[in-house]
């Protein structure tokens, strides 16, 4: 099915569903990675209230340090370092933000939040109390700390709403936002004019906002713990932190950010103070690049947040640009105003809140809009072009645009509020559920870099204009009024900085020469305001464009809840005995795994005793190849049961899968199977949907919010759901993991075992339940499980789990048409692929593994139809399970020829007179070959030549699906000429060379051998071997088969052409086994034996 029809399934589905489980016709849980959504509670409120607080005032200071320097150094002094105060908070945030938003997946969120506020209180009154400038800059890098968990306030706004509010929640905080800054202007202006010390009451007002908010914030939340939070010691946890791109940034940043203050600002570029400190910069930030782009793929910058799509690389650069544009707004816009169009202060402040008051209205209309709507990304182009738009009207502002001015900030407002949300949502979307807070500390921190780079480059251009310019315009206005050159540079002087008793002092000059003087001087700003806006305008201009190819992230914007929040039951929980007891367990067992990976995946596969509730001890010999897992009676146990068991197996499960691959999350892990599984065995092997498995696959989440869930709100169904759900996502895993290349950073000889063992313990908790009630998943989770013990060389006890599946489908009636008349289309659907995927693995068994499996009785007629429902017309979609069917239709003719000629056999050996009835049989077994050489002649182009037979508007669409048909091709002729092989020798036993056109006898049925084996290695030398690869262990027994043929032509037929041509083909297919790695040793060859069917 394609990707845009399953999205548009899924967002129905969404719309439609019921409480979790309620209805066991329909497939796995139609959520996306989290529990559902009950409604808004007053802790909701409560939560969400005290984060805007500590927004608003974490906010109201950042603007304070920019919007109020002069003030600052007006009353202190040290002028010529005041940007720092802006520039300090900007590099505080940038640095800190990522390590806060990374931490806090591994302590949970709440007291990073509480630390960093009650730190920006203290900041606040350190600043409000300074007496110099330097400790004004101290106290502003303190309090910035009260800001640095900006990233958890939007992680945090996120993931307790359910995600279709998510554009509001975030719409909320850019609400916050434009009202803080508006506060923060309009009061901050006020106190300032009235008195010079007015700025001290300013951050007074913010530590008090601070703290109330604070003390609300310890109130209100009280998340569920994050799964890593007990799993790991605090050591672990600090070792799992990147340090290295940590100092990286930090050793570029501050070096960059001085030299770029200093650049012609009193430096000129080839001086050291630039050069060198620029040097230092690059080095380090190129390093950082270096060591998170090559050697730490699950650090700072995780890789899995660039895998699902292109949005959170977009967002990043989009976010860098407005941070840019609002750091430079911040601090040169009110100058401006105060400088040239605006003598009274409050008025400045004024003009500058439009801005912020045009962003609360823009945030609501916006978040409202793209709740509605689920469009994402126009508001954000639309945001840009409004920002680009203002940067071009102040550069062409003239001195006579005082009034018009007064308009400019609300096209800016407007960006402002509608970029900074909706920015947020798709990055958060577009990034694992595991990582909201390090893609909104991300968010954050490159906010911030764009501001930290901004201002030093932007006052250099300032200050570089202002020195190249200032003495020239002054000179050509004053000098011609009869001030003489001597005077000049005291003139410049004290008119820049508005010294009215020192410019009276100076001879020659006159009320026209001060006034022309101030003209000239106000052009001279003008100027350089303009390449500032010029500047910020061309940076903004490359957010409009790369926000163009964002994707608008619909089918993610539903009803789940990510980290919905505790109620006091949960809370005793959380804290009983028992739950201490599992934490302290899981603390030990942890820290008992000090070995080699390879060993501690060993004792998790044999270990004798599980934990308690798990599942019932296994006899001393178990491990995860055995089929018999003791289980208790499943259709006994309390929902409580059954979810506090399956909590028990996913904490074995993170512990083993973290002392196996030590670089990756499990949900990285997981994604990475679904992804193997969809790009590359769903074309053989359509048995899930795509957007119900996808929606279940964050077995974190999934674990955590059902034993977060009231006791009082689970049920039987709810709890069998959710245990279908986890064992079919890990025996997924079990069975796609081996296909994962050992360069991904996972062994799938290590990981695969581990999914298996986890899934079989799952499936034994319900596995009563699960008989009694059976749904597709049912088949399913034993096909994969099934599966991955194929794919690990244990072919009876696949064969066993096979059988089992099989006898479950006759249960369900499946060999039955009626059976899917009242059943959900989707649910139906999953049925029959199931089904027929199971008839083609037991002729499989049957004819090449020797295994004998039935899929309904003799006396039964099987009418079940190979048809699907498609719905609206989907080309790629019916193209697809065309060649599933036909797959399916190969195996029904060769199985159907053989038994034909197993009935012609009996016959001939029972009757010897009954030639009459042997012609006819001939007749007809002539005809059942000749229905078998056809059965592929008439297979869709894009199987046939999936290279022109695909073509899409985006290449990496018919890069997919063209890979899939190769898929599917190879599946397919591989199998055709592996059972041509098996008929000529089963044919060949009979007697019958006629019906396939030549004598009976040896040398001519040897060398007809041969010409299948030629056919077969032309086939699999001319595909890529990881196409082969990919459709694992039953396509090398197929291949296998083929060499054992050739094995045979050469041990027992005499020295013919056909013995020289076997033995020039063998060493070609043998060394493609052996590239193949199959778990059987190529030497397996020599002990297969030709059946009395095969």
């Known amino acids: 099915m394609s990707r845009e029809k399953f999205n548009e399934e899924h967002d129905v589905q969404i719309e439609l569903a019921s409480t979790p489980g309620a209805d066991m ?137 359910p995600r279709r509010l998510r554009p509001a929640a975030q719409g909320g905080l850019g609400l916050t936002s434009g009202l803080g800054a508006a506060f923060s202007l309009i009061f901050g202006f006020h106190m300032v004019v009235v008195s010079t010390d007015g700025w001290r009451i300013y951050w007074y007002v913010t530590a008090g906002l601070m703290f ?126 105060s400088v040239l169009y605006e003598p009274d202060t409050f008025r400045v402040g004024l003009r500058a809140s439009i801005t912020f008051f045009a962003a609360v209205v823009s945030a609501f209309a916006v978040s409202v809009y793209s709740t509605i709507t689920k469009d994402i990304k126009n508001p954000i182009i639309v945001a840009y072009t409004l920002i680009v738009l203002y940067t071009i009207l102040m550069a062409t502002a003239t001195l006579d645009s005082a009034t018009a001015v007064w308009a400019y900030p609300l096209f800016l407002g407007l960006g402002f509020g509608a970029a900074i949300s909706n920015v947020t949502t798709a990055a958060q979307l577009s990034a694992p559920p595991s990582l909201i807070a390090v893609t909104s500390g991300l968010i954050a921190g490159t906010r911030s870099l764009g501001g930290s780079i901004a201002l030093p480059v932007l006052n250099s251009i300032f200050q570089s204009t202002l020195s190249k310019h200032m003495g020239a315009n002054i000179a050509a206005a004053v000098l011609p009024l009869g001030l003489s050159s001597e005077n000049l540079s005291q003139f410049i002087t004290a008119l820049s900085s508005d010294d009215q008793a020192a410019l009276a002092s100076i001879p020659g000059v006159t009320p026209a020469t001060i006034s022309a003087g101030l003209e000239a001087l106000k052009a001279t700003y003008l100027v350089a305001y303009r390449y500032v806006w010029i500047t910020a305008g061309a940076f903004s201009a490359v957010a409009v464009v790369a926000a163009c190819f964002l994707i608008n992230p619909k089918e993610d914007l539903n009803t789940s809840i990510d980290a919905p929040l505790q109620d006091e039951n949960q809370e005793q929980l959380r804290n009983s005995p028992r739950s201490k007891t599992l934490v302290d367990d899981i603390h030990n067992r942890h820290r008992s795994r000090r070995r080699p990976a390879h060993a501690a995946a060993e004792e998790f596969l044999s270990s004798e005793k599980a934990t308690e509730g798990s599942c019932v001890p296994e006899p001393p010999t178990t491990n995860s190849a055995d089929i018999s897992i003791p289980r208790a009676n499943s259709a006994d146990q309390s929902p409580s049961t059954l ?58 989440t999934l674990v955590v919010q059902e034993v977060a869930a009231q006791p009082r709100t689970r049920s039987r169904d709810g709890s069998l759901h959710l245990l279908q759900s986890y064992a079919l996502v890990t025996a997924l895993c079990a069975a796609t993991a081996y296909l994962l290349s050992p360069q991904t950073d996972v062994d799938g000889r290590l990981v695969g075992p581990v999914f298996l063992r986890v899934s079989r313990e799952t499936l034994s908790i319900y596995h009563d339940l699960d008989l009694q009630q059976p749904e597709s998943s049912s088949l399913a989770i034993r096909m994969f499980q099934a599966a991955a013990l194929h794919t690990d060389g244990k072919h009876e006890l696949a064969w066993h789990l096979f059988g089992e599946a099989l006898r479950l489908a006759d249960q369900m009636r499946l060999y039955d048409e009626q059976s899917f008349g009242l059943l959900d289309p989707l649910e139906g659907r999953l049925r029959r692929t199931a089904y027929w995927d199971l008839t083609a693995y037991a002729q499989y068994h049957h004819i090449l593994e020797e295994y004998s499996l039935v899929t309904h009785t003799w006396n039964r007629e099987r009418t079940t139809a190979m048809r699907l429902d498609y719905g609206p017309t989907d080309m790629f979609e019916e193209q697809l399970f065309a060649g599933f069917f036909a797959f399916h239709r190969l195996w029904e003719a060769a199985s159907g020829l053989l038994l034909d000629l197993e009935s012609y056999a009996r016959v001939r050996r029972l009757t010897a007179d009954a030639i009459t009835l042997l012609e006819i049989q001939q007749n007809g077994l002539t005809e059942s070959y000749v229905r078998f050489l056809t059965v592929l002649d008439h297979l869709p182009a894009c199987i046939h030549y999936p290279d022109a037979g ?10 997919s699906q063209r890979r899939q048909f190769w898929i599917q091709r190879t599946n397919l002729f591989v199998t055709y000429h592996c059972l041509r092989m098996v008929l000529v020798t089963r044919i060949s036993h009979l007697g019958l ?70 033995k020039s083909l063998l060493p070609v297919l043998l060394d493609v086994l052996t590239r193949l790695d199959s778990r059987r040793n190529v030497s397996h060859l020599v002990n297969l034996n030709h059946s009395p069917i095969v």
């Open 993 to 1062: 060379g006629v019906l396939i056109g030549i004598q009976d006898a040896e040398p001519m049925l040897a060398l007809r051998k041969t010409e299948v084996a030629h056919d077969m290695i032309c086939l699999i030398t001319s595909v890529p071997l990881e196409i082969l690869r990919v459709m694992g262990e039953t396509c090398i027994s197929k291949i296998r088969h083929v060499g054992a043929s050739l094995l045979e032509i050469m041990n027992q037929v005499p020295a013919t052409p056909a013995t020289v041509r076997a």
């Open 643 to 700: 979810t506090e068991r399956l909590q028990n197996v996913h904490k074995g499960l993170v512990l083993s899968l973290s002392s196996v691959v030590t670089s990756l999350s499990l949900e990285t892990v997981v994604a990475r199977c679904v992804d193997m599984y969809m790009q590359n065995t769903f074309c053989l092997h359509p048995i899930v949907h795509e957007g119900s498995l996808r929606a279940v696959m964050n077995l974190d």
């Open 950 to 959: 695909v073509n899409t508007e985006n290449a990496n669409i018919t890069l």
């Open 212 to 337: 109330i908010a604070v003390i609300l914030f310890v109130i209100a939340y009280n998340p569920s713990p994050r799964p890593l939070q007990a799993a790991l010691t605090t050591a672990e946890k600090i070792q799992r932190l990147d340090w290295t791109a940590y100092a990286l940034l930090a050793a570029g940043l501050v070096p960059l950010n001085m030299a770029l203050t200093w650049s012609d600002n009193p430096y000129p570029w080839s001086d050291a103070h630039v050069s060198a400190t620029f040097a230092v910069g690059m080095v380090a930030f190129i390093a950082f690049g270096i060591h998170q782009t090559l050697i730490k793929k699950d650090g700072l910058c995780h890789h899995d947040l660039f895998r699902k799509d292109r949005n959170c690389a977009i967002s990043f650069l989009c976010i860098f640009m407005e941070g840019l544009s609002f750091f430079s707004v911040n601090n040169f816009f009110p100058a401006e105003m």
């Open 25 to 161: 016709g329909r497939p796995l849980n139609e959520q996306v990675e989290g529990s559902e959504h009950h409604g808004i509670t007053a802790k909701i409120i409560a939560v969400y209230l005290s984060v805007v607080i500590i927004a608003f005032s974490g906010l109201v200071n950042i603007i304070g340090a920019g919007a109020y320097s002069r003030d600052v150094a007006a009353s202190l002094g040290g002028s010529s370092i005041s940007i720092w105060l802006s520039q300090v908070s900007a590099i505080t945030i940038t640095i800190l933000g990522p390590i806060i938003a990374q931490a806090a997946d591994y302590w949970g969120r709440k007291w990073f939040v509480v630390l960093t506020t009650l730190l920006g209180f203290v900041g606040c009154i350190v600043v409000s109390r300074a007496n110099s400038m330097g400790v004004a800059i101290v106290g502003q890098i303190i309090a910035a700390l009260g800001y640095s968990s900006q990233a958890l306030l939007n992680a945090i706004v996120s993931e307790i709403l």
